[in-house]
């Protein structure tokens, strides 16, 4: 099955300093990575659609200048999280769109990136 | 009214019945649709997808898919307790632009030694 990483797995940061998350498809391209933030027993949340060569899309209300994306090949994604406050702690998930077959179009998700800022 | 809705749960069955989790969605231009489970402090695995009317088996795992009444579920047989998880539905629309997905809040599932 298709395979998407995240790198690195958990963070502690202090408050105010920039954090880096990036997203790889192990084994097939990705023109279209997501970015999704869950807090403790709550849903999944989507934060943004990263597109490989064009800016990323952002859910409404969240901050693109707080939350940069850059999808700069088909298999990499990376979410920078500037100037990081406590607030911000949480588990940040990454997922590939794989459109593979004729008539599939999945998502596989990565591990998750768990941040904490204190 | 919610675009893709799940009984939050939690949903509980002895070990070795058959688990039944329901999914309804709103618009009737959806096209593709997913279970994913999540356990707790883990990232969403993708279990099952389903694209067209009916049954779609796998393993202990059915996925059924009626467009005409909007629903989609899940079937798990013989239940483990480690299929104790979060099973969110999810629904892609087809002019959704993108791809992105849209997923209900999740079912919890508790399976009884």
């Known amino acids: 099955g298709a395979v998407v990483s995240q790198h690195p797995s958990w963070v502690i940061c202090k408050s105010g300093t920039s954090v880096k998350i990036e997203c790889r498809s192990l084994d097939f391209q990705a023109t279209t990575m997501f970015w999704y933030r869950q807090f403790p027993k709550q849903s999944l949340m989507l934060m943004a659609t990263?597109?490989?060569?064009?800016?990323?899309?952002?859910e409404q209300g969240v901050e693109k200048d707080k939350f940069l994306i850059n999808h700069a090949s088909l298999t990499l994604s990376t979410l920078t999280v500037t100037s990081a406050h406590p607030e911000d702690s949480s588990f940040y998930i990454c997922s590939a769109r794989d459109q593979g077959l004729a008539g599939t179009d999945t998502q596989y998700f990565g591990p998750g990136t768990r941040l904490t800022v204190l | 009214q919610k675009e893709v809705e799940q009984n939050s749960g939690p949903l509980s069955v002895p070990e070795g019945a058959i688990a039944s989790l329901n999914c309804t969605y709103s618009?009737?231009?959806?096209?593709?649709f997913f279970w994913y489970r999540q356990y707790s402090g883990k990232s969403p695995e993708l279990i099952m997808s389903i694209y067209s009317n009916g049954d779609k088996e796998d393993g202990r795992f059915t996925a059924q898919l009626n467009k005409a009444s909007q629903y989609v579920s899940l079937l798990i047989r013989d239940s483990q307790p480690s299929d104790s998880a979060t099973y969110l539905c999810?629904?892609?629309?087809?002019?959704?632009?993108?791809?992105?997905?849209?997923f209900g809040q999740g079912t919890e599932l508790s399976v009884k030694p």
């Open positions: 618009d009737r231009v959806s096209q593709s």
């Open positions: 990263s597109n490989e060569g064009s800016k990323a899309t952002y």
């Open positions: 999810a629904v892609n629309l087809i002019y959704n632009q993108g791809g992105k997905l849209i």
